[in-house]
């Protein structure tokens, strides 16, 4: 596996969150809202995940084992360093709802 692109944006420290990062594998595969989190033993990336209905937030997708979970953090990581320190706003945005039809998934 080969991690062959990596969008990192850095976010207006608003709590924990430092960037999102998208990641691109093997110039074939996209993992978006890859979070990058300060926390007390410094900075560790946190998979995109999804709350269930029991209120715990589950990953989305993962890495299965400790080596490419490795693999990733320090890929991420040392792009998060790279990166401009240009941030963006992280709050949420009201935006009008996506019209319905042609090209839509819903």
Same mark, same amino acid.
């Given at each position: #596996? $080969?991690?062959?692109?990596? *969008?990192? *944006?850095?976010?207006?420290?608003? =709590?924990? #969150? *430092?960037?999102?990062? /998208?990641?691109?594998?093997? $110039? %074939?595969?996209?993992?978006? +809202?890859?979070?990058?989190?300060? !926390?007390?033993? =410094?900075?560790?990336?946190? #998979?995109? &995940?999804?709350? &269930?209905?029991? =209120? %715990?937030? *589950?990953?989305?997708?993962?890495?299965? $084992? &400790?080596?490419?979970?490795?693999?990733?953090? +320090?890929?991420?990581?040392?792009?998060?360093?790279? @990166? /401009?320190?240009?941030?963006?706003? /992280?709050?949420?945005?009201?935006?009008?709802? @996506?019209?319905? !039809?042609? =090209? /839509?998934?819903?």
């Amino acid at each position: #596996m $080969n991690i062959t692109d990596v *969008r990192v *944006r850095k976010v207006a420290k608003q =709590g924990k #969150m *430092r960037a999102i990062v /998208s990641i691109t594998i093997d $110039n %074939e595969f996209v993992v978006h +809202d890859i979070k990058v989190i300060e !926390g007390d033993k =410094g900075l560790f990336i946190a #998979m995109p &995940s999804k709350k &269930s209905v029991d =209120g %715990e937030y *589950r990953d989305i997708a993962h890495p299965i $084992n &400790s080596d490419t979970r490795r693999l990733l953090q +320090d890929t991420i990581l040392k792009a998060y360093d790279e @990166a /401009s320190d240009e941030v963006i706003d /992280s709050r949420p945005v009201e935006t009008e709802a @996506a019209p319905t !039809g042609v =090209g /839509s998934l819903f």
